[in-house]
């Protein structure tokens, strides 16, 4: 499977950004998907997944009620929608995809290349 993330910029604190992650080389309705973000010198963090049904979608604490994930089947991408952003959103932001859905990035098998965010003050 290859993810290609992209929708990552500058905005300022408060403004919105979608991402989008693009999947190819293998059925993507059968995969569950996830988002997380790192800063450097810190672990990856997770942010929010959707099943492959989209009936269950997690989000982190930090996020909850600001970002949004879902997902198009027949597009095979998986969105994120970031609103009310602030700057200890900024991070190098990674889709994920894999069987399971889980909070911690080492139970994630595939990755994209990440796509940076910057919130600026």
């Known amino acids: 499977v290859q993810l290609q993330a992209s929708g990552g910029g500058l905005v300022q604190a408060g403004g919105s950004l979608r991402l989008s992650c693009a999947a190819s080389?293998?059925?993507?309705?059968?995969?569950?998907m996830g988002w997380f973000r790192q800063v450097p010198g810190k672990e990856r963090e997770f942010v929010a997944a959707?099943?492959?049904?989209?009936?269950?979608?997690p989000y982190a604490d930090s996020v909850k009620g600001r970002f949004t994930i879902s997902r198009d089947n027949a597009k095979n991408t998986v969105y994120l929608q970031m609103n009310s952003l602030q700057p200890e959103d900024t991070a190098v932001y990674y889709c994920a995809a894999g069987p399971l859905i889980t909070t911690a990035a080492r139970g994630w098998k595939y990755w994209g290349q990440g796509t940076l965010v910057t919130v600026s003050s």
């Open positions: 959707i099943n492959w049904i989209a009936g269950s979608t």
């Open positions: 080389g293998r059925t993507f309705s059968s995969l569950n």
